[in-house]
């Protein structure tokens, strides 16, 4: 199913090194491995807003920024639609949860789900909309 969101008739429509990512988060949520799902998602976002932060800024990404302050930055510069935002806050959440075990124990389906919802939504509307 990820890959028909990813691909338009044969023709690519998000990056192949993201789409490598997605596919490997969409390749763990199957296995049901979230917490490793969600890494990957979140991998695939910051990776599109270090894209969306250079191209906005026309410098390089700070080397520390956590994927939340990137977020911020970019959304000082870039117009994001509100459920592309929505997304990449999830996504940052379902993070938050996996790497950062004393947050919460467990991650669930959901949190892993919202985080791959959130990495397609941000690249195909980087993709299809912003470019």
């Keep these: 199913m990820v890959r028909l969101w990813i691909q338009d008739n044969g023709k690519t429509t998000i990056p192949?090194?993201?789409q490598?990512?997605?596919d490997k988060a969409a390749f763990y949520h199957i296995l049901r491995h979230w917490r490793t799902s969600i890494i990957f998602s979140s991998i695939s976002?910051?990776?599109?807003?270090?894209?969306l932060y250079e191209e906005s800024h026309q410098k390089a990404t700070p080397e520390r920024a956590t994927l939340g302050e990137l977020f911020e930055k970019v959304r000082?510069?870039?117009?994001l639609p509100n459920q592309i935002a929505n997304c990449?806050?999830?996504t940052n959440k379902a993070r938050i949860s996996a790497v950062?075990?004393?947050h919460r124990l467990t991650v669930s389906e959901r949190e892993a789900t919202d985080a791959l919802f959130g990495a397609l939504n941000l690249g195909l509307w980087y993709t299809v909309d912003y470019l």
């Design 76 to 79: 000082k510069k870039v117009d």
């Design 16 to 18: 192949k090194n993201l």
């Design 88 to 90: 990449i806050t999830k």
């Design 100 to 102: 950062h075990r004393s």
């Design 20 to 22: 490598d990512l997605i």
């Design 45 to 51: 976002l910051e990776s599109l807003l270090a894209d």
